[in-house]
């Protein structure tokens, strides 16, 4: 399947890495691109979910992947259309299959586009969706395992890239290993997130948003820095300043107006002042 | 009269019969794992259990454990690197470490293992056909070499969780799993910010935050990962929990 070709997963990490450090509004159409380039996908294409649950095109890869989404939400009907309603993945090994019978408004439609296999993944952070993407081949049949690492991966990375769109920090990008979706596996990352919802009195994605923009600002891992939070030596206020609880002061934030007399460098903060 | 063996059978058939009433019924899939981990602890005389499924980008991620404790849940975890479960979840079959101070497989995991008072090990595959899926962590603080009987009970409540996964009757199977196994880590998800939300509001312990989540879900006969997602969106106010 696919093609026959191996999917290297390495090179796919390191181009989605990449992507999401392109930052900005930039990033999602560069992680479609490397989907495309490293997956045997045709296109793809991220929508965003805005506040109202209305949706947002924010990029494709080509015209078809393009025309695609919009089919689907001009008719309010199709893979796409379902996994933003539900939250959840949908794999269509092939659209034209005739008991392929889901989505018979769409079918037709989509029978005109030249896709078959079509693989719409959730974009979420918990409960909280925020979009998804959406990739299509020309060709039927369904994803083997490598391709699925490969797209589930490719979703985590689209995650990070609309979070820095919707809630953008100040530029400064940290480890590396932070920016591809290995963070979103991690236990202590969703119980923090859940633990600066209550102290902040922010939704899933702003939370975790705000982690990740700190442990860039700080130089660590969003998992170190989701340790401390869990910890209670790292908390973040109302008013979105972070304050170290090991020395009591204002920690400097994820953003340059949060503190305007933030240490520079973490071993600052070790040294006795 | 019952002897210990009667008792166990008893126990087995009230275990299973109400395992097969909620798999024909609307059930929250992580709360069945919870139940199936408390299950092993109950059935098997383990000291902990935790099941494992595999994300499929590479990983191997904690959805259930028979206690949240932070210590236990890392001993879970660090089996996406080393372990008998990543072993066991590779190999597809089962993998036993009835003495872990006399095992050299696993230096790391070995150390956390005694460091939280574990000695034994047991891993029990989720096989599903050709596919394996995940896997059921057994862990005792004694040198202890499960025997073939408790092997197959244990073999079959991991084979219940990986029913409970692909619960219906579809054809798509292949996709169909996929979207469950996404479905059930997403919950587990939602359930950790959850246990945060809480854990903050009402400072508490994570797994007490757990715990009381998991009993109002209980007395109010609704999902866990409903109520949890209610915590979540702030459409569930959580001052009755933390009183």
Known sequence: MGGGCEVDQARLSQALVDAV??????????????????????????TMMTVAEVQ??????DAVSARIDELQFGLGDGPCVESFRTGRAVLVPDIADPSETRWPVFATAAAATGARGMFVFP??????RIG?????????????????????RTADAAVWSLLDRTHPGDGRFGPAGALDGSALV????????????????????????????????????????????????????????????ATGNPSYGDTPSDDPVDSPSRDDEENPS | MSTPSAAREQALVTTFVRLADTLVADY????????????????????????????????????????EAANLVELFQLQAEEGPCLDCFRTSAQVHAGDLAADTRWPRFAALADDNGFTAVHALP???????????????????????????IGQALADVATIAILSDRNTRERERLTEQLQAALTSRVIIEQAKGVLAERGQIPLDEAFSRLRAHARSTQQRLSDLARAVTDGSFDTAPLLR
């Open chain 2, 28 to 67: 929250d899939v992580i709360e069945l794992f919870h139940g199936l981990c408390g299950d092993c602890v109950s059935l098997l005389g383990v000291d902990a259990a935790g099941l494992l499924l595999t994300d499929q980008r590479g990983n191997l991620q904690v959805v259930s454990a028979s206690t």
């Open chain 2, 126 to 152: 989720m096989r599903l056909r050709g596919e394996t899926i995940g896997a059921l962590n057994l862990f005792h603080r004694s040198r202890t070499d499960m025997s073939v009987d408790e092997l197959a």
């Open chain 1, 132 to 152: 998804v993407l959406d990739c299509y081949r020309d060709a039927p049949g369904p994803l083997d395992d490598e391709d699925l690492t490969g797209a589930l």
């Open chain 1, 186 to 245: 991690r236990a202590e990352v969703h119980q923090a997130t859940g633990m600066l919802m209550a102290q902040a009195g922010l939704d899933a994605p702003s939370a975790l948003a705000r982690l990740r923009a700190y442990s860039f600002s700080a130089g660590r891992t969003i998992t170190e820095v989701a340790d401390d939070v869990v910890a209670r030596r790292l908390r973040l206020h109302p008013d979105g300043v972070w304050s170290d609880a």
């Open chain 1, 21 to 46: 450090a392109v930052g900005g509004s930039e990033a999602a159409l560069a992680v479609c691109r490397a989907c495309v380039e490293w997956l045997p996908m045709t296109g793809a294409s991220i």
């Open chain 1, 123 to 128: 974009l979420q952070v918990g409960g909280a």
């Open chain 1, 56 to 61: 947002e095109p924010v990029c494709a890869t």
